[in-house]
């Protein structure tokens, strides 16, 4: 028997839900419930379904609002599917009890994101407070550690994979008061529940499962899988099937959905099972996985705060491995998870800003991960996406863009990764459509994005995070530069030319706008001053960056001079680019070393008979053999390494939300967000 889903507008002639929230008390053994809790709804899969959820039931939660002070439904119902969730951990495969166990925690769901979009945890304050029955502990820290144990017990089947969905979300209703409250998650009762009330053995093993959904990117059973309406996305309207999830003959008191019955039933036909997309759309748990793996390790970050979450997803092991816990995280026990699976998983899925802000925090944080990843031989598989990423800045937002780049920071730390990096050879890769690149490496490729990036940004020069993080990788990368492709070692002496013709036209404003000032009244000075004042910071940025290229070239010469032909012969063919800046305080002492490069091998050059481009690389060839090293003054070593801002809070916090705003189909009204538009006032105030 197949359930259908009829219009939103049925809920106003129901007469349980009308019950539910009257002014009538219902204790927690009336028949009631297992009647109210027999229907059969659909969690939504998009924001446009949540939103018509919210629309429709608005009435009965305003109503509800004013009537659960007195009759304590919203407590009464936490205690039902307390126990309703505690039946289905000891008989899994009891689909009646699971489908009433989803539907109460999908009413509660509701009635939660309702209270604390509209006053914060003021309506949920009765449920913080201890139970004189039961060893003073909150019901709300009943509710939280349910919900947990059902996530960890139960098996994900296509029987109770709408019930794992649900617990997600509710979870993430729970949290969102990060989201909609006025004060910071450090004095919020909710959050206090998730970091100090909870077994912390429960906590290491919920984050492990959470890895695991996200590992396994289970997806949506056919039964509850979205159907695209004429090839949409499904935003705008989606129908939804459901097959036989109850036994036979359970009366549909309460029907949810989005169409009419009468064009619900669509067929399997319908679903495109092989579109990328819908792939994607449906692995809705391990996407609410992910999103949770997120809140919680990033709230709390301060280390004397003990996030357990964080601590436990920072210093899990691989179960292939021989795990070893690791001192600072007691009194957390460490998880294991299969490390190659995750590493797969993240290969396909880094293009996203979740498995980008998930790689980075392993990257940084997790040494056991960090080094199985530097030694992977397919090491591209990762590497190329996040490039790629940053290849098509245009298309993301900036802090995507941003923490790919610090992912290439961390990764170049490591001189093994600098060196495998060339000898891995790419193909024809289609997505670079600057020019085509054949027989390039992993490491010439990489170069070449990066500088790419810092071009493309030339004329946000005051953005100093961004380049800074650029010339860190590369320099970090420039004493294991092998067999620069001819493409990245153009773009690199490019790279200093463009820089060089800035700083020309910049030093030309500086000279007009003094002169301009000995001319200006004292009215007029202070504005001049500030236009003044910019333009000499920005010269000053300009000369950091020219003397760190070039800090990168002496770099890769003085190491592997040998190596990098292609680089000495465009040095070689450009070499008048640095003509006006041998005497130049800031970068007279790097620049002799490129000159005695440049000069040792014109000289060879120049005894050649014939100079087509074979007969020259050749030459240097021969003459990068013979260099005598010892003519180069000796520079300190470029090693720089990623240090997290003092307060990431400020920066992970509204990313990760915003994040959860946009992609975990669930509907926030924007006038209970306050989380945006404080970030928004800090950031003027800054400014």
């Not at 106003?12 to 539910?20: A, I, M």
């Not at 009464?76 to 009646?96: M, P, Q, Y």
């Not at 036909?269 to 391990?286: F, P, Q």
Request: contains cysteine; hydrophobic residues 40%.
């Amino acid at each position: 028997m197949g359930a259908q889903y009829s219009s939103l507008n049925e809920l106003k002639s129901n007469e349980y839900l009308s019950r539910f929230v009257s002014e009538e008390t219902i204790s927690v053994n009336d028949p009631f419930w297992n009647q109210f809790l027999s229907f059969r709804l659909q969690s939504p899969f998009t924001t446009a379904h949540s939103k018509s959820i919210d629309e429709s039931c608005s009435i009965f939660l305003q109503q509800f609002e004013t009537n659960n002070p007195k009759t304590n439904n919203y407590g009464t119902l936490i205690e039902v599917f307390i126990r309703l969730a505690t039946a289905i951990r000891d008989e899994c495969d009891d689909n009646i009890v699971t489908w009433q166990t989803y539907s109460a925690l999908f009413i509660l769901r509701c009635i939660t994101k309702y209270f604390i979009e509209i006053d914060s945890e003021q309506n949920l304050y009765p449920y913080f407070l201890p139970q004189d029955n039961s060893d003073r502990v909150s019901l709300m820290s009943f509710f939280v550690d349910t919900l947990f144990r059902t996530t960890i017990a139960i098996p994900v089947e296509s029987y109770s994979y709408a019930l794992h969905l649900e617990v997600l979300n509710t979870l993430l209703s729970l949290l969102s008061i990060q989201m909609c409250a006025k004060e910071a998650a450090l004095i919020s009762a909710i959050y206090s529940i998730f970091m100090h009330r909870l077994d912390p053995l429960l906590i290491s093993e919920f984050t492990r499962t959470l890895l695991e959904h996200f590992i396994k990117q289970t997806e949506c059973p056919s039964t509850l899988a979205v159907v695209p309406l004429d090839g949409s996305n499904g935003d705008s309207g989606t129908l939804y099937k459901i097959g036989q999830s109850v036994a036979y003959g359970l009366w549909s008191v309460v029907t949810l959905g989005m169409g009419s019955s009468s064009t619900s039933n669509t067929t399997d036909e319908t679903v495109t099972v092989n579109d990328s997309a819908y792939e994607l759309r449906n692995h809705h748990l391990a996407n609410q996985s992910i999103h949770l793996l997120l809140i919680l390790s990033n709230h709390f970050t301060n280390d004397a705060h003990r996030n357990p979450y964080r601590l436990a997803l920072l210093h899990f092991t691989d179960t292939q491995g021989n795990p070893t816990n690791l001192p600072d995280s007691e009194p957390l026990p460490w998880f294991s998870v299969d490390y190659r699976r995750l590493y797969e998983v993240l290969c396909e899925t880094v293009h996203t800003d979740q498995s980008t802000l998930l790689l980075y925090m392993l990257l940084h944080r997790n040494q056991h991960f960090k080094a199985y990843v530097i030694s992977r031989t397919n090491i591209d598989q990762i590497v190329l996406p996040v490039l790629r990423v940053i290849y098509t800045a245009t298309e993301r937002n900036s802090h995507h863009i941003y923490m790919s780049l610090i992912i290439l920071l961390i990764l170049s730390e490591d001189d093994y990764f600098n060196k495998t990096i060339h000898d891995i050879k790419l193909k024809k890769l289609t997505w670079y459509t600057e020019r085509s690149l054949n027989e390039i490496s992993l490491g010439g490729l990489l170069v070449a994005v990066v500088l790419r990036t810092i071009q493309f940004n030339m004329t946000r020069m005051r953005d100093k995070y961004l380049h800074t993080n650029c010339l860190a990788a590369l320099a970090n990368m420039s004493s294991q530069f092998q067999n620069l492709h001819t493409y990245v070692s153009q773009r690199i002496v490019s790279l200093f030319n463009l820089l060089a013709r800035k700083h020309a036209k910049t030093l030309d404003l500086i000279q007009q706008q003094s002169k301009q000032q000995q001319q200006q009244t004292l009215t007029t000075n202070n504005l001049n001053d500030n236009i003044f004042n910019e333009y000499v910071q920005d010269l000053s940025i300009i000369e950091d960056v020219m003397r760190m290229v070039l800090e990168i070239i002496n770099s890769c010469l003085t190491h592997t001079l040998q190596h990098n032909i292609n680089l000495i012969y465009t040095l070689l063919y450009n070499r008048e680019i640095f003509d006006n800046y041998r005497a130049h305080p800031s970068f007279q002492d790097i620049l002799q070393n490129i000159d005695t490069v440049i000069i040792y091998f014109a000289e060879k050059v120049e005894k050649l008979e014939q100079r087509s481009t074979e007969y020259v690389k050749e030459a240097l060839e021969m003459g990068a053999k013979q260099f005598p090293l010892d003519r180069l003054k000796k520079f300190p070593e470029l090693k720089f390494k990623y240090v997290e801002e003092e307060q990431p809070e400020d920066f992970f916090v509204p990313y990760v939300w915003t994040l959860v705003y946009k992609s975990c189909n669930l509907y926030w009204s924007s006038e209970s967000i306050l989380i945006f538009k404080q970030q928004q006032q800090q950031s003027l105030i800054s400014h």
